[in-house]
């Protein structure tokens, strides 16, 4: 399993607390290899994350934040702009070629069960799945200008089938 998730120095312990629920709950899984985001982790936490995840024989990977300016064609003051919601944009650009899908969580998600019936679910042809947001509704159709019968999804929990997504034509 690929967990894909965000890390700024300051969130550090965040998402360490996220990690250790993620790792007890699905030792089933042979392997599980984990791709942060890195948003300026000092080497000390990065230590301390990458030990934590090597108590559970798992792997972390740490990937500089992209320049948002160099991915889309548009002229950024600075990268936080768009927050982290450009990096799962390029999710697809980011992430080494051989991973197929992956789970991307924010960093504060705490995972209380398995997530091998998420993992292995059935997405048919679609590329990504998620969770129809159903607090603030409304507002989020208005703040979005979504249609009555859109649906609004968190991008806290979506997995993503890069595979599929490469063969897509847009």
Known sequence: MN????????????????????MENNKAF???????????ISDQNKSELEKLVRTY??????????????IFEYSFKTRYQMGHSYSRMCIGTILPDH?????????????LDSLSELWNIDMGQHIMAGVSECINL?????????????????????????????????
């Open 57 to 70: 024989n798992r792997v972390i990977h740490f990937i500089k934040a992209p320049d948002p300016s160099i």
């Open 99 to 111: 991973v197929e899908k992956v789970l991307c969580l924010d960093s504060d998600t705490l995972i």
């Open 3 to 22: 967990i894909f998730n965000f890390c700024s120095d300051s969130f550090a312990s965040v998402a360490a607390v996220s990690l250790v629920p993620i």
């Open 138 to 170: 409304k507002s989020y159709g208005r703040r979005f200008q979504l249609d009555i019968d859109n649906i609004y999804c968190n991008a806290g929990i979506l997995l993503v089938d890069l595979k599929k997504m490469a063969r897509r034509k847009y």
């Open 30 to 40: 042979d392997r599980i290899e984990i791709y942060t985001v890195d948003d300026g």
